[in-house]
C-alpha cells in the first residue's frame, strides 16, 4: 500500500499482531491471523481470479467457434460484452476491494491512524473495457450483416 506522508507508528504496534513497516510503500504484516483475517487477506485475490478465470472460459468458448469458421455468431458478441464488464470490473472493483479488505484488516489496531482508506483506479482497464466493448459491437454488426446476406447468393 502507498502511505502520501511519513509515518511514525508507535514501538507497542510491533510487537502487536499488527505491523506496518516502511514509510512511503508500506508493507502491513499479520502475525497470526486468524481465520476471518484470512478470507479477508485472500478475498482480493480470489476476486481478480475468478474474473481472470470467467475471461479466459469465454475465450475458450469464442475459439471454439473459431475452430468451425463461424465467428459472427449472436454467443460471441455476447460473450466479448462480458468480457468487457469483467475488465472494467478488474479496474473499478479490484481496487475497492483491496481498499475495504485493507481498511477491515487494520480497524482498531494502532496502525490505523497512519493508513489512509486508498482506493484509485487506474485508466488502462477501463480503455481496454472500452475497446473490447467496442470489439463487441463489430461482433454484433458482423452477425446482423451475415444474417442480412445469407440469402442473397
Given amino acids: 500500500m502507498t502511505i502520501e506522508a511519513v509515518t511514525r507508528v508507535p514501538a507497542a504496534v510491533s510487537s ?4 506496518l513497516h516502511g514509510t512511503h510503500r508500506a508493507e502491513i504484516a499479520l ?3 486468524d481465520v476471518q ?3 479477508l487477506l485472500a478475498l482480493p485475490d480470489l476476486f481478480y481470479g475468478a ?3 470467467l475471461v479466459l472460459v469465454l475465450l475458450l ?3 471454439r467457434t473459431l475452430r468451425r469458421d463461424d465467428v459472427f455468431v449472436p454467443e460471441n458478441a455476447r460473450r466479448l460484452q462480458v468480457i468487457a464488464a469483467a475488465i472494467v470490473a478488474m479496474g473499478v472493483l479490484g481496487p475497492a476491494v483491496d481498499a ?3 481498511h477491515l484488516l487494520i ?5 490505523s491512524p497512519a493508513v489512509p482508506f486508498a482506493y484509485t483506479v487506474s485508466s488502462a482497464p477501463l480503455l481496454l473495457g472500452l475497446l473490447v466493448a467496442a470489439l ?3 461482433f454484433r454488426q458482423g452477425t446482423r450483416l451475415r444474417e442480412d446476406t445469407e440469402g442473397l447468393v
Fill in 16 to 19: 502487536g499482531p499488527v505491523t
Fill in 31 to 33: 502475525a497470526h491471523p
Fill in 37 to 39: 483475517q484470512r478470507i
Fill in 51 to 53: 474474473l481472470l478465470v
Fill in 61 to 63: 468458448r469464442m475459439a
Fill in 100 to 102: 475495504v479488505t485493507t
Fill in 107 to 111: 480497524s482498531g489496531t494502532a496502525v
Fill in 136 to 138: 463487441a459491437e463489430v
